[in-house]
């Protein structure tokens, strides 16, 4: 036993990796072992003499068990640090430019947005995207009863049993950053508000969260005619296209007096879009002279001020400048769509650099 010992203590010491150390333990302690063939002796042995040796066969079992089994660990910690060793990386390199994700159309077109409109002197204000029925409605002269509440599938959250306030809303707007920028910075003030925005709608062209950007504009002597040049410049820089047409139709909101909602010539021939050219028009905002109601809302006197205010959803432009026909895609994270439409992390929209190389 003790020739036994020896030689496998000493073996189990010596292994260089896990086969060898299964081949050990399979020819000391296996069905077939030496030490269990040992074992197996024992039956044939006088009472006394297995009195003996049971105890010192088991215990040299065990020894070898737990030979094994520290060996195994220590292997398997020389692994581990092998392979740190091995896979070590200098997180110092610079990156690679591989293009694994993608910057999402609606982010690209947000930042778009963002820099033609920073461009003509607009600053970009945030407002929550849960809001208070007050700020998404009331204060846009949307009184409780409006048929436009309706109209808007609003979200709404809800109350503690026995709270009787009326229950905020997942804001069906960038509206109401209008009126939280105004009570800010009051007047005068060039602001955009691009956000999300949620109503209860859902199909090609609807989801229940969409993006929109608001734009205000409130001066001295804002008119019309600059809210025109402000959406034409836009246009015209967002679409990448010299000949953009704007056509403004009267129409109606709540909160601006007068409103007209804007359309884009462009041609469907051929079954793809082009923007600038052809008979049919598209519409793709809403806009209007800020009404005096919302202006006091805002805290701005309208005696004294006045000015324009827009609204688009960007999620519909990105459709139109990138051709991407189902927004509902948008929101599904396929990476096989994102791979397809998304764009380089790397090619930041600006004026100078162009938008959308
Ligand atoms: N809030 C309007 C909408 O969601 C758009 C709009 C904004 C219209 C500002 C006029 C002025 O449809």
Known sequence: MDDLRQKYIGAIADAADEPALEELRLQAVGKKGEVSLMMRELGKMTPDERQEMGPKLNALKDEINSALAAKKAALADAALNERLRAEWLDVTLPGRPRRQGTIHPVSQVTDEITAIFADMGFSVAEGPQIE????????????????????HDTFFMSRAEGDDRPPHVLRTHTSPVQIRAMQE???????????RVYRCDYDQTHTPMFHQVEGLAIGRDISMANLKWVLEEFCRAF????????????????????????????????GSLKIGEGDDWLEILGSGMVHPKVLKAGGIDPDQWQGFAFGMGIDRLAMLKYGIPDLRAFFDSDLRWLR??????LDVPTLQGGLSV
Do not use: K, M
């Open 132 to 151: 208070s029925d007050w700020f998404n409605f009331d204060a846009l002269n949307i009184p409780p009863e409006h048929p436009a509440r309706q109209e």
């Open 185 to 195: 910075t009051g007047a005068p003030i060039r602001v955009i508000a691009p956000g």
């Open 239 to 270: 679409f990448e296209v010299e000949g953009v047409e704007l056509r403004f139709r009267a129409s109606h909101f709540p909160f601006t007096e007068p409103s007209a909602e804007v359309d884009i010539r462009c041609s469907w021939a051929g």
């Open 340 to 345: 397809h439409y998304g764009f380089s992390a």
